[in-house]
């Protein structure tokens, strides 16, 4: 189905619902919290073989989604998963974690599921346009994984979500030791040889 005839209920923009469409297309392995609109779309967008599992905190959010997939004949199987039982999800490497579900748990959820997000999937956020979404929600992944980011991207395409990419953990290097730049070459203070433009000249870059 295209982006145009996207069908959906709930509290998602159309340039939200592209980005979350977008994302669904190529991915195998989908995990959200919070089912509503993005649920619909991501069962509309994904994949015959895509696995999606929804978490959610209340049941009724659970089967009002059901009743809806159905009513707009979505037939993606979709895995539904009360917030209390996270930690019974066995799966991992999944492609998107989309957080979208209850305020005070949002980022409680990220940091409990960065793990299952596989290196070189994204992790997106809804609401960011709001400040505190960005304080709390995109920034409790960067402080807690900083090592395993390579790129965050605020309000993709003029939408309200925010996407982190995941990439292989890094090692910290003193750069310095591992570039084996002496004193002089770092502070400016310090005197240097006579022939420093030379050995600059030789430095690879």
Known sequence: MSNTSLRYIGDVSQ??????????KNSNKILEFG?????????QS???DTLIISVDTEIKWIN?????????DIHHPV???EY?????????????????????????????????LKVGGTYLTHDTRRQNDVNRNVNGIIENYFMEIGEVKINVNNSN????????????ENWNGVEKRQGWMINPHMPKPKNW???LDKLPV
């Open 35 to 43: 089912c509503g609109a993005s649920t619909q779309i991501l069962a």
């Open 197 to 199: 433009k030379e050995i």
């Open 64 to 72: 009002s989604t059901r009743k809806l997939l159905t009513e707009l």
């Open 15 to 24: 340039a939200d619902a592209k980005i979350i469409s977008e994302y669904a």
């Open 84 to 116: 209390a039982k996270l930690t019974s999800i066995q799966e991992d490497n999944f492609d998107i974690i989309f957080n979208d579900g209850l305020n005070h748990k949002r980022k409680d959820f990220g940091i409990h599921t960065w793990n299952k």
């Open 46 to 48: 994904c994949k015959k």
């Open 161 to 172: 979500i925010t996407s982190i990419t995941k990439t292989a953990k890094k090692v910290y």
């Open 79 to 81: 895995k539904f998963v």
